[in-house]
């Protein structure tokens, strides 16, 4: 199983913690990720990092759909990649939630599965330089034809020859848009993906493959956990409590929480609504405690080295190509010896 490390997006400031990266790629790590919410962006710190490795692959989990046009995220990522040395870039997409998109980037959510579908096609056009770019989407189209338009705009093609094979992977968890990510990306990263609920994707992901007239076995499913290297194993669940009650309950609408959704289908409905009830009341400390010991501990590795070390075959064995982690330096290491990666440079 390929490893990658998640870096996530920064607090009030800005910190890469470029040797754990360093590490992860020595110790033989596939990937390193970054994301961003409404503060730091998720590319410009993969430019840095390119900057300063070999060979790690350089991936978001998530860029916001919404921040950038496909134009826009396709020079982008494009750029990354030429700068990184080629085939190092792996551009992951998500729609975020209408809270964001309306709020912070001042954009109509409109139909996200549409949205999607000709964000990826567009991004994938301008990459293969075939021709000048034409799209004719239900909700985005090149050129522009909408309102406010004067009706000269142009099809053109790339000037930068770019790398036409760059991945893209979605951040999807939904029906409709797992069958979606698997018919148009080249990846997958699944939100609230544990090892057993594995059963429940697979035929949404081979009914897009089947569209697409694509292989299994070049759909990359790329999971998340956090891994914390410790003997008190009550203490490090509550230590993940706070991020999950934050995404849980606060993070969205209160009818649309896609954090909530996948909560909910992993058959803690009640402590979902629970938990959503008293964050948005401000109860926040109770609504912390009121996430399960239980919804933690599955999609998490946390406890000593021989607990970790166990409960890691299962994802081994969930159908996830990658795992992204979470965690300092002593869970890199211990995650390397899992998987058993090649670490002889360390």
């Known amino acids: ?47 840095y990092i390119a900057a300063h490795t070999e060979r790690i692959r350089l991936g978001t989990a998530v860029i916001q759909l919404a921040g950038r046009t496909p134009a826009n995220a396709a020079m ?54 075939e021709e000048p770019v034409v799209h004719e989407g239900r909700e985005i189209s090149l050129p522009y034809r909408g309102e406010g338009a004067m009706g000269v705009g142009k099809p053109l ?18 029906e409709s848009t797992v069958k979606l990510t698997a018919e148009v990306a080249d990846g997958w990263l699944p939100l609230g993906f544990v090892p057993g609920t594995a059963s429940l994707y697979e035929p949404w992901i081979q009914e897009g493959l089947d569209r697409a007239g694509k292989p299994r076995d070049g759909f990359e499913t790329q999971a998340m956990t956090q891994v914390i290297v410790t003997e008190d194993v009550k203490a490090a669940l509550d230590r993940l409590k706070p991020g999950i009650a934050l995404y849980v309950g606060g993070m969205g609408h209160k009818n649309i929480n896609f954090h909530k959704e996948m909560m909910v289908r992993r058959g803690f409905g009640d402590a979902a609504n629970r ?11 109770e609504a912390i ?3 399960p010991d239980e919804f933690v501990d599955q999609g998490a590795l946390v406890g000593p080295a021989a607990r970790i070390r166990d409960r890691f075959r299962a994802w ?4 996830a190509t990658g795992l992204t982690i979470s965690g300092v330096a002593n869970a890199i290491r211990l995650m390397a010896e899992c998987a058993r990666l090649n670490f002889a440079k360390e």
């Open 316 to 319: 081994e064995d969930s159908g």
């Open 289 to 291: 405690a009121a996430v």
């Open 76 to 129: 982008a990522f494009a750029t990354l990649d030429a700068l990184a040395g080629g085939n190092r870039a792996i551009c992951g997409i998500g729609v975020s939630g209408p809270q964001i998109v309306e709020g912070w980037y001042g954009q109509p959510w409109g139909k996200p599965y549409w949205r999607i579908r000709d964000y990826v096609t567009i991004m994938k056009k301008i990459w293969a330089r």
């Open 157 to 174: 093609k790339s000037i930068l020859h770019m790398n036409p094979n760059i991945p893209v992977f979605l951040g999807t968890g939904m």
């Open 1 to 47: 199983m390929k490893l990658g490390l998640m870096l996530g997006y920064s607090g009030a400031e800005l910190k890469i913690p470029l040797a754990d990266v360093q590490l992860a790629e020595r110790l033989g790590y596939d990937s390193v990720w970054t994301a961003e919410a409404y503060g730091s962006d998720a590319i410009t710190p993969l430019a």
């Open 275 to 285: 938990i959503q009830e008293l964050y948005l009341a401000k109860r926040k400390d």
